[in-house]
């Protein structure tokens, strides 16, 4: 009787994925199985682990390992009304393994007196049961709280869509649906709206570093101190940046970095702060990037190291993919004497594709007719290792 019932409950499941609200049907088809006759229970009591394999589609590994939270239930009744409810907001039945598997206490969960009054508080938000199933997928934890309907009304004004909040818990921050928003989210908040951040600076903070708001706020005012230390001050439009290369890090490491860049573009104090203050997120590149980018800048090209403190927004480009093709091409370019008004190697770089390709590309297609191609090429990283002398092939 309980492959039956699993059966009954994981054909509707698939139903639920085709047709519109599920909620009524399955009741209907669930009471009539009730009405069918009782169910006799296992002589063992209810076999949790059989159920959680059989209807809700787990592994034997995960029904075992789940099974351990579910000790105590006696029948597979409130299981059922659970998927029954889950299907009704559009869970199919592919969606319930990783679900139940992800939170299995879910199948604990009163369906009268927890999660319709959660449904119907994030259907008052806005939110529509495709956007609510999601949320279910990634937080089944937090979906089981009530307190969810709450966080969410702060949340989603602060990110600004749901699809913005919705990116920061598959990155991991669905800590933020049970964090105490009085004591720690929206004092941290407040200060980071102090320091002259807007909501969207704070919610792409957030994206990317998912901890910052259920972090201490000591912690966060931290941060900030760093930021200007080095010569980020609040209110500077590179505080996010600056911000997010500095969180989570210590002061030992942070040193370590700048004088892993002095030493790789030997530059001096001064000429490192310029270049951390114009762009922090070079804190954030692995010093294998940063190796390669010297070699190829001031070796290469010839750039002075001055020059590049100065710019060092040329250090966040793709160097296979951006600096090297269109080093070449202005290169390739002056050999041949088709370039008419010399552009420094920085505007070169940091011009859109478009423009690049209209401005330096376009114009030679007569002269040099294979330039367009073998840019494409390059651009793939798929240039040889000959690189300069199939640019040259196109000499007059």
Known sequence: MLRLRGRIVAHLLSFSSTSGPAISPLHRLLSASAAAGPISPNPGGFAVEDYLVDTCGLTRPQALKASTKLSHLKSPANPDAVLAFLAGVGLSGADIAPVVAKDPRLLCAKVEKTLAPVVDGLTGLGLPRSDIASLILLTPGGFRRRAIVSRLQYYLPLFGSFDNLLR??????????????????????????????????????????????????????????????????????????ALQAVAFLSEEKIAAKVDYLKNTFRWSDAEACVAVRKYPSVLRKSKESLKLRSEFLVSEVGLEPVSIAHQPVVLSLSLEGRLRPRYYVIKFLKENGLLHRDPSFFTAVKITEKVFVEKLISPHKEAAPHLAEDYATACKGEAPTDFIFRWTRNRL
């Open 168 to 241: 920061l818990l598959k990155r991991g921050g669905s800590h933020l649906l049970w964090a105490d928003l009085d004591k720690v989210v929206k004092p941290n908040v407040v200060f980071l709206r102090e320091c002259g951040l807007g909501d969207c600076d704070i919610a792409k903070l957030c994206i990317r570093m998912p901890r910052l708001l259920t972090t201490n706020p000591e912690h966060v005012g931290a941060m900030v101190t760093c930021a200007e230390k080095l010569g980020v001050p609040c209110g500077s439009g590179m505080l996010r940046q």
